[in-house]
C-alpha cells in the first residue's frame, strides 16, 4: 500500500503589497485547486470592484480584509498535487499584525519570503526574514516578485538576492531558495515562464513539491506531554500529542518534575485502535503500567533522555501587545506544552533592531513587535528543551493574568544563567536557608526551637561530605561508610546525589544556578540530619567551592561537625570505570570534561585510586569521626 504524500506546512511573509495573497491565489487556481462556486464568488467580487479576475481573492476572506486590500489574519488553504499535500498559511505583512505572521510560522516547514521586484528588501521583509530563523522554520524559498514591473530583468533579480543571501548570512537559515516570480500572470508559479529563459532553476510548486522534510522532525527525543486523563472503569490512561521521538510498547518512561518511573503497557490511537509505536506528532493515549499520580502539565519521557527542568529560564520574545509593554518584573501566565504558570521578567538582556541585528543592553522595555532576550522565573518548574531541538517543548506564549490576551511569543534557549548583581534585586528570592548567602530569610519566619537538646540525644551527629568527579568512587565509599556506621551502632543514612534527584532536586537542572541550588537543598538536609544525632553520609558531585564552603560554612554556625573528603580520582580513571555510561554517551555539561569542578583547596581528607578499596577508605573516613581533625567540633 502506498503511504499518503507528506504534507508540507508553509507560512507567506513579507512587506504589505508584496503580492502574498495574489501568489498564494495563483497557486491554487494553476494547480487547479479551487471550487467552482469559490471560484464565481471570487469571480463577481472583482467584478463588483471593476477589476479582471483578482486572485487575491481566494484568501483575502475577511469583509475588511476585501475593503483594504490588505491581509488581517492568517488565512489557511489547503491544497494537494499528486507529490504532496499543502497547508498555506497566509499571514498578513502589515507590521502591526506581525503577531499573526508569528502565529501562521510558528509550525511551519517552509516559510514562502516575497518581495516586491521594484521596491526591494524592506524592513518588514528583514523582520519576516528574522522571524522565520527565530521560529526554526527549516526551510526558506525567497520569492522576488512582481519581475513583470521590472522587464524581468536578470541584473535586479541577482541584486536582490545578493541583498537577501547577505542579511541571511547572519540567520540560522539552513536551506534557502531565490526564485523570480509574477504572482499575476503566473510567471514561475506553476509553470515555467517564457519571460524569464535566463532562470534555470524549478517553479515554484514543483519546489515545494520537492522539498525534503522528513528528517526535520525530532524522532530522537521523547517528550510526551500529558493533556489529560482518561478514567473508564479499571482503565486508566493518558491522551497527549507527541512532542518529539519515538514510543513503543514496554518502553521504559519518567514522569516529570516528579522523577517516577514506570512503563508503557499499551498505546492507543484515537477511536480505539491498538499501536505497536507511535512517533512525534501523533495523538495517542498512553496506558502505564504502574498507577503514578501523572496530570496534566506532567511530562514523559526516557529515564536516560530528559529534558531540562528549571523555573530559571532564558528566552527570546516578540512582543505583541499594543497597550502594554514588556519591563522587568512584569507579571504574566505562561503557557508551554499543556502547563500554565505564572511568571515573572527576571531581567531584559537586550533588545534586537531586526535590521542589523544590533544588540541593545541598555533597553529597559519591548514594545509593539519588537524582539529581545528575557530571563524569566516561574512559579512552578518547566520541563522544556531548547526551541532549537524542538519547537514543541521549547515554544510558549505569555498571557497578561488581566485582559487575559496574549502578549508575548517566546523560544526557550535554555536555563538561565545566575542573575547578575545589577538586576538580582528583580529575582524573587528563594525559601529560607542559613546555608547560602545568596538566600534570604522573611523577618517573619522564626526559628522554633526543639525541647530535646543534643547532649540529651543517645548519637553525636555530623556531616561526610564526598565531592569528587562523577564516577569517581565517591558512592561505593560512601555505601560502604554507612553500613560501617550502622553496624557499629551509630545512626547513619546516605544522601545520594542521584537519588535525591528523584525527589527533593527532581525540579532542578545542571545549569550552575540548579547545581548551587542542588548543593544548598542537600546541605540543609544533613545539617538536620546531623542536628538529630545522625551521620549524613552525602555523596554529591557538587562543583563549585563556593557551595561547598557555604553548607561548611552553616554547619559551623550551627556547631556541627562538617567533614569534606575529597575523592580525588583522574578524569580518564573515571572515564574508564563509567558504571553510568555519561562518559561512553557524551552527556552534555559532564562535570570535568566539558564543564568545569573546583577541587577543595584545604579538604578534611583526599582519598586516591592508591588508597585501596571502597572498603579500606571507608575505615579512613570513619576514622575521621572517632578522631576529629583539629577545628572541628568535638
Given amino acids: 500500500m502506498s503511504r499518503a504524500p507528506r504534507t508540507l506546512r508553509i507560512a507567506t511573509a513579507g512587506s504589505v503589497d508584496d503580492g502574498k495573497s495574489t501568489l498564494v491565489g495563483r497557486l491554487l487556481y494553476d494547480s487547479k485547486s479551487t471550487f467552482t462556486d469559490q471560484l464565481a464568488a471570487v469571480e463577481q467580487a472583482s467584478r463588483d470592484r471593476g477589476e479582471e479576475l483578482n486572485l487575491a481573492l481566494l484568501t483575502d476572506g475577511l469583509r475588511a480584509e476585501r475593503e483594504q486590500g490588505i491581509t488581517i489574519d492568517v488565512a489557511y488553504r489547503y491544497f494537494a498535487t499528486p507529490k504532496r499535500s499543502f497547508v498555506v498559511a497566509d499571514t498578513p505583512g502589515h507590521v502591526q499584525y506581525t503577531r499573526n505572521m508569528v502565529t501562521g510560522a510558528s509550525n511551519a516547514d517552509l516559510a514562502l519570503i516575497l518581495v516586491d521586484a521594484e521596491k526591494g528588501l524592506t524592513e518588514q521583509s528583514r523582520r519576516h526574514a528574522f522571524l522565520a530563523s527565530l521560529l526554526g522554520v527549516p526551510h526558506v524559498v525567497l520569492c522576488v516578485n512582481k519581475m513583470d514591473l521590472v522587464g524581468f530583468s536578470a541584473e535586479r533579480f541577482d541584486e536582490i538576492s545578493a541583498d537577501f543571501e547577505r542579511f541571511a548570512a547572519r540567520l540560522d537559515v539552513h536551506d534557502l531558495s531565490v526564485i523570480p516570480v509574477a504572482a499575476l500572470h503566473g510567471d514561475n508559479v506553476v509553470h515555467r515562464s517564457v519571460n524569464m529563459p535566463w532562470y534555470e532553476g524549478l517553479p515554484l510548486l514543483h519546489h515545494l513539491e520537492q522539498v525534503h522534510v522528513a528528517s526535520d522532525r525530532n524522532l530522537i527525543d521523547v517528550r510526551f506531554p500529558v493533556q489529560y486523563v482518561i478514567r473508564s472503569g479499571d482503565f486508566r490512561g493518558y491522551s497527549g ?115 542589523t541585528l544590533h544588540r541593545d543592553p541598555a533597553a529597559t522595555d519591548l514594545r509593539l513587535n519588537q524582539i529581545g532576550r528575557v530571563r524569566l522565573h516561574t512559579q512552578q518548574p518547566l520541563a522544556f528543551d531548547p526551541y532549537r531541538r524542538n519547537r514543541a517543548t521549547g515554544g510558549f506564549i505569555l498571557v497578561d493574568e ?19 548583581p545589577a538586576s538580582s534585586a528583580a529575582v524573587p528570592a528563594r525559601s529560607p536557608s542559613v546555608t547560602s548567602p545568596t538566600v534570604t530569610t522573611s523577618p517573619a519566619v522564626t526559628w522554633h526551637a526543639s525541647g530535646v537538646t543534643r547532649a540529651e540525644r543517645e548519637s553525636r551527629g555530623a556531616t561526610v561530605w564526598l565531592t569528587g568527579l562523577p564516577a569517581s568512587g565517591k558512592s561505593s565509599v560512601a555505601v560502604e561508610l554507612e553500613r560501617r556506621l550502622v553496624a557499629a551502632g551509630r545512626p547513619a543514612y546516605l544522601l545520594d546525589g542521584d537519588n535525591l534527584r528523584h525527589g527533593l532536586c527532581a525540579d532542578l537542572g545542571f545549569t550552575p544556578a540548579d547545581r548551587a541550588e542542588n548543593v544548598r537543598r542537600v546541605g540543609e538536609v544533613a545539617r538536620l540530619f546531623a542536628d538529630a544525632g545522625t551521620v549524613a553520609v552525602v555523596s554529591l558531585v557538587s562543583p563549585y567551592r563556593a557551595d561547598r564552603d557555604a553548607v561548611r560554612a552553616g554547619h559551623r554556625a550551627a556547631g556541627l561537625p562538617f567533614v569534606e573528603v575529597f575523592v580525588d580520582t583522574p578524569v580518564d580513571v573515571c572515564a574508564a570505570r563509567d558504571p553510568k555510561g555519561l562518559y561512553a554517551r557524551g552527556e552534555p555539561g559532564l562535570t570535568g570534561v566539558d564543564a568545569p569542578y573546583e577541587p577543595p583547596e584545604s579538604p578534611d581528607l583526599v582519598l586516591r585510586p592508591s588508597d585501596g578499596d571502597p572498603t579500606t577508605m571507608a575505615a579512613l573516613v570513619a576514622a575521621l569521626l572517632v578522631t576529629p581533625p583539629s577545628g572541628l567540633p568535638e
Fill in 402 to 420: 488581566v485582559t487575559n490576551e496574549t502578549v508575548a511569543a517566546g523560544m526557550l534557549t535554555g536555563p538561565a544563567a545566575p542573575p547578575l
Fill in 241 to 355: 500529542t507527541l512532542g518529539g521521538g519515538v514510543m513503543r510498547a514496554g518502553d521504559e518512561v519518567v514522569a516529570l518534575p516528579s522523577g517516577f518511573a514506570t512503563t508503557v503497557r499499551a498505546i492507543w490511537a484515537p477511536g480505539g485502535i491498538r499501536l505497536e509505536e507511535a512517533f512525534a506528532p501523533q495523538a495517542v493515549t498512553l496506558e502505564l503500567a504502574d498507577d503514578l499520580d501523572v496530570g496534566r502539565g506532567d511530562l514523559l519521557c526516557r529515564p536516560g533522555n530528559r529534558p531540562h527542568v528549571g523555573s530559571d529560564l532564558d528566552a527570546m520574545l516578540c512582543w505583541f501587545a499594543e497597550r502594554s509593554a514588556l519591563t522587568v518584573g512584569g507579571r504574566y501566565v505562561l503557557r508551554h506544552t499543556t502547563l500554565q504558570t505564572r511568571a515573572q521578567v527576571s531581567a531584559l538582556e537586550y533588545r534586537l533592531d531586526v535590521n
